[in-house]
């Protein structure tokens, strides 16, 4: 987790959904994996989603998985906006 400006970002990296996200607290930006290989799928990268409560995630290391999908079942449970960047874009 880095705070910038009074902003805090959660950086997920490589990994799957941990027990440990679910106590993370006041994150205003969550950067979740959903590939499936290596990392958490779109479904448990929905549950990591739903359980940080960040108020925006960006999906990534998503060759192999569709960001819409992800994006559409975590805005269908949620109040969480994600915001899908193609490469290169950046988020402000």
Do not use: W
């Amino acid at each position: 987790m880095i705070t910038l400006k009074g902003k805090t970002i959660y950086h997920a990296g490589d990994t799957d959904f941990i027990p440990e996200m679910k106590e993370l607290s006041d994150i205003d930006v969550a950067l979740l994996p959903i590939g499936g290989t290596f990392t958490m799928d779109i479904q448990e990268a929905v549950e990591a989603a739903i359980a940080i409560k960040p108020e925006v995630v960006i999906p990534m290391h998503n060759f192999k998985a569709d960001p819409q999908e992800f994006k559409d079942k975590v805005e269908a449970r949620s109040d969480i906006t994600v915001v899908p960047l193609k490469i290169g874009e950046v988020y402000h």
